[in-house]
């Protein structure tokens, strides 16, 4: 399907390939299995502050539909295309498989740079996307969630622009929402915090100690910052961290409550005066014993992946490694894996508790979110690394296996709609 071509998609299905042969897959059962379900692509107008029209483009891709409604992110992102929303869509189909959710994948984005916008613009943005996507999405249908270049605002705009044209509130339509709107404590941190215990139990795999370890963190976005301050908290030095701007480095560790501070003030680490600065090239293959990156896709290619120096690799990001890096590392054989569909799969996990706490309208504690929220990822972990030792396989294969398995499984057990 020449509408998806994309450097990402094509990399997806590279990915989907591999496991479809593993698999033993029938011919006949994998298209239906890797191309998308239903594609939107809309025109959205809006006024500018200065009075002037602009016409943004924007997109939202459901993968599957087979296990429940589709859940996904929606971002803003200057190079946002339908073949990378497409690409993201199939990934989140196997993480909320992996997981046991009962989700399809789904993936939104506006081609557009939000920090040029301002706060009315992007409102007036939200809420048209929302108005020209009421169609396609449903608390049983679709249900979108932050991701680069969104938040809990983004998330109560759209909110409100459904609710108004339903007539009532309808706070199961997106989450990530603001708590006071029926969003859930510890969404925010879910995908970070999962991030630092997949980690910590990795180092107890692999008979490390992590009040020894050293970390390097590609992205100090919400995802970064909140597992470099897990990984702090079971004892890790954070030595680098990096955002879209540049990194820093210090060996010696950095301050992350004093940089949290400054990041603050100025909206990126650049410049933090207690570090040294350093590439993002640089940063990618700085000695580490945890790399993290937790930025935007194929980031460890073929070019770099002979010259990274750590002992855990945990995919933060979706899609950060590509499969000829993939091959290249799983060659050396001296680096573990933890890939982006289980490492990062916190966010969507206390999505689904989201949800599921605003269809009820009853909802939990923190100690309760997280406690949920470790009891997935624990059992997912096990399963993979089980799956990995059992077939000598590596991380990624094993954890595709099981998502794109279960997937399988229930298209064969529902059968083709005539």
Known sequence: MDIYDHPTFRMACQQFDLVADFLQIPEAERARLKFPKRSMTVALPIKRDD?????????????????????????????????????????????????????????GGIACDPHKLSAGELERLTRRYTQEMIPFIGPQVDIMAPDVGTNEQVMA?????????????????????????????????????????????????????????????????????????????????????????????????????????????????VGFPEADPVTNDQLLVTPCDILVPAALERQITKANAGQIQCRILAEAANGPTTPEADAILEQRGDIFVIPDILCNAGGVIVSYFEWVQDLQSFFWTESEVVDKLFRILEGAFTQTLNLSRKQKISMRLAALSLGVRRVQEAKRTRGLFP
């Open 157 to 269: 705009w759209m909110m409100d622009s459904y609710s108004m044209h339903m007539g009532h509130t309808v706070p199961s339509i997106v989450t990530g929402k603001p708590v006071g709107l029926g969003g859930s404590v510890g969404r925010r941190e879910a995908t970070g915090r999962g991030v630092g215990y997949l980690i910590n139990r990795t180092m107890d795999v692999l008979g490390r100690d992590t009040n020894t370890a050293t970390a390097v963190v590609q992205g100090y976005g919400n995802v970064g910052s909140v597992a470099a301050f897990s990984l702090a908290k079971y004892g890790v030095r954070i030595v680098a961290v990096s955002d879209v701007n540049g990194g820093i480095y210090n060996p010696k560790g950095l301050d992350l409550w004093k940089l949290e501070k400054y990041n603050a003030e100025r909206r990126t680490v």
């Open 51 to 107: 009075g002037s029209t602009e016409v943004f483009s924007g997109y939202r891709v459901q993968h599957h539909l087979t296990l429940g409604p589709t859940k996904g992110g929606l971002r803003y992102h200057r190079e946002v295309t339908l073949g990378e929303v497409a690409a993201l869509a199939m990934w989140m189909s196997w993480k909320c498989a992996l997981t046991g959710l009962p989700y399809g994948g789904a993936k």
